[in-house]
T-cell receptor, first 114, second 114 residues
Framework: GEDVEQSLFLSVREGDSSVINCTYT??????LYWYKQEPGAGLQLLTY?????DMKQDQRLTVLLNKKDKHLSLRIADTQTGDSAIYFC??????????????FGQGTTLQVKP | DTGVSQDPRHKITKRGQNVTFRCDPI?????LYWYRQTLGQGPEFLTY????????KSRLLSDRFSAERPKGSFSTLEIQRTEQGDSAMYLC????????????FGSGTRLTVV
């Protein structure tokens, strides 16, 4: 079945780069997403990548997609304390891509130390 | 447009009681999704609507759960005879079919069953 895995925790110093990794199982996924969740809040879409792309850059965010290995990463440049949050990777599986249903990973908690 | 609104933000109920949550999506969005998120986990799909039609329900949605979207605008999620295992954050999201940019999530309703 469809599954998304992420490492649970990442700690970096302010100003460093953060790299959050994700693996997924559904090779027919059309889109892959990164969401951010701050305490007590809903999820905020950060960025997404179409499955025929290898890389997407959006200001401080860089998404890399290795479709062969089913590996997705999110790099945050010049990480700030305001980036501290939980980051979720999500895929729109091939079978469910027409529904828009997303399969989420369990989230990576990013801690940014001053 | 103020985004996706959910009401209430928090609900504490006694086991066995019925609860109802409301979601108001972004007005031009024709798809509406319900997800459940437990502590330390990513959101899990429950059900979704396209306009007023409920097109898919997860097996997580037991017969104690019912969702409606009577006029294709707001939606309600009712849980009958609540159990402690129903304690979670219930997230609503909306999107426009045919767009790739993911969902807009509401801030969620946190349910605590005591």
């Amino acid at each position: 079945g469809e599954d998304v895995e992420q490492s649970l925790f990442l700690s970096v110093r302010e100003g460093d780069s953060s790299v959050i990794n994700c693996t997924y199982t559904d090779s027919s996924s059309t889109y892959l997403y990164w969401y951010k969740q701050e305490p007590g809040a809903g999820l905020q879409l950060l960025t997404y990548i179409f499955s025929n792309m290898d890389m997407k850059q959006d200001q401080r965010l860089t998404v890399l997609l290795n479709k062969k290995d089913k590996h997705l990463s999110l790099r945050i440049a010049d990480t700030q304390t305001g980036d501290s949050a939980i980051y979720f990777c999500a895929e729109s599986g091939g079978q469910s891509s027409n529904t828009g249903k997303l399969i989420f990973g369990q989230g990576t908690t990013l801690q940014v130390k001053p | 447009d103020t985004g996706v609104s959910q009401d209430p933000r928090h609900k504490i109920t006694k086991r066995g009681q019925n609860v109802t949550f409301r979601c108001d999506p972004i007005s031009e969005h024709n798809r509406l999704y319900w997800y459940r998120q437990t502590l330390g986990q990513g959101p899990e799909f429950l059900t979704y609507f396209q306009n007023e039609a409920q097109l898919e329900k997860s097996r997580l949605l037991s017969d104690r759960f019912s969702a409606e979207r009577p006029k294709g605008s707001f939606s309600t999620l009712e849980i009958q005879r609540t159990e402690q295992g129903d304690s979670a954050m219930y997230l609503c999201a909306s999107s426009l079919v045919g767009t790739a940019g993911g969902y807009t999530f509401g801030s969620g309703t946190r349910l605590t069953v005591v």
